[in-house]
C-alpha cells in the first residue's frame, strides 16, 4: 500500500570515525525507509528529529535525510525534515502540520510503536504503524542485521529479567509489600512484552 507520508521517528546518532550515524536501532529505521521508497517511489518521506547531541551537532533529521540520498538515492524532493523534535511527543506535534495528504503511516522499531501509537491517540489522529523489523526480515540483504537483532533482543530480556528479580529480593527485604507487588506486576507485564516479542520474531 502506497502513502501520501512515511514519518521515520528517528533515535539517538553516534560520531563514528569522524561522522554522525544512527545507533541500531535507527539504522534498522534508516534501512526500513529505504527499503520502503523502492515499494513507495512517490511517497514522501517525512524524518523527525532535531538535535540530540546540541548544536555542535546536525539533526537526527539531517544525519538521516544524508544518508537516504547518498547512500539509497532517495530523490532530496521526497525527503521533508523535521528538525525541532527531541521527543516522541514533539515528533508527531510538530511533524502533522507539516503533511501534505492524509494517507500516512509511521516508521520505527517493534518496541517504541505502542508508545507512538499512544500519542497519535492523544491527538485523535488515527495512522498505520510500520515496524523497521517487519520490513528488512522480508529482505535477505538485511538477514545479518535482523539475527544481530534477534541476539540483543534476547540479551535485553535476560538482563531485564535479572534486573528484576534483584530490585524485588531488594524490596523484599525492606519489607515494603505494597511496592513489591506493584513492581512484580509491571516487571510481568513487560518480560510477557518481550517474550512475545522474541516469539514474533522467531516466527
Keep these: 500500500m502506497a502513502y501520501d507520508n512515511l514519518i521515520v521517528l528517528t533515535r539517538k546518532i553516534e560520531r563514528q570515525n569522524g561522522c554522525y550515524r544512527p545507533d541500531f536501532d535507527g539504522q534498522l529505521r534508516l534501512h526500513a525507509a529505504a527499503a520502503l521508497h523502492k515499494t513507495m517511489p512517490e511517497t514522501n518521506i517525512v524524518i523527525s528529529g532535531g538535535y540530540y547531541n546540541g548544536n555542535h551537532a546536525p539533526s537526527l ?4 535525510a544524508e544518508m537516504l540520498s547518498d547512500q539509497h538515492a532517495v530523490p532530496s524532493e521526497r525527503i521533508i525534515q523535521e528538525n525541532g523534535s527531541i521527543n516522541t511527543i514533539q515528533n508527531f506535534n510538530f511533524t502533522l502540520p507539516m503533511l501534505r495528504g492524509s494517507n500516512n503511516a509511521f516508521l520505527t522499531n517493534y518496541w517504541h510503536i505502542k ?5 497519535l491517540r492523544n491527538r485523535k489522529v488515527t495512522m498505520d504503524a510500520i515496524a523497521a523489523e517487519d520490513i ?3 529482505d535477505p540483504e538485511y538477514k545479518e542485521m535482523i539475527d544481530e537483532y534477534r541476539k540483543r533482543t534476547r540479551h535485553s530480556m535476560k538482563a531485564m529479567k535479572q534486573a ?3 530490585r524485588i529480593i531488594g524490596i523484599r527485604f525492606g519489607n515494603n509489600l505494597i511496592g513489591e507487588k506493584l513492581l512484580t506486576e509491571m516487571a510481568r507485564a513487560r518480560v510477557e512484552a518481550q517474550s512475545k516479542l522474541e516469539r514474533e520474531l522467531r516466527e
Design 115 to 119: 508508545k507512538a501509537q499512544a500519542v
Design 164 to 166: 528484576v528479580t534483584t
Design 136 to 138: 528488512l526480515e522480508k
Design 61 to 64: 533529521a539531517e544525519v538521516y
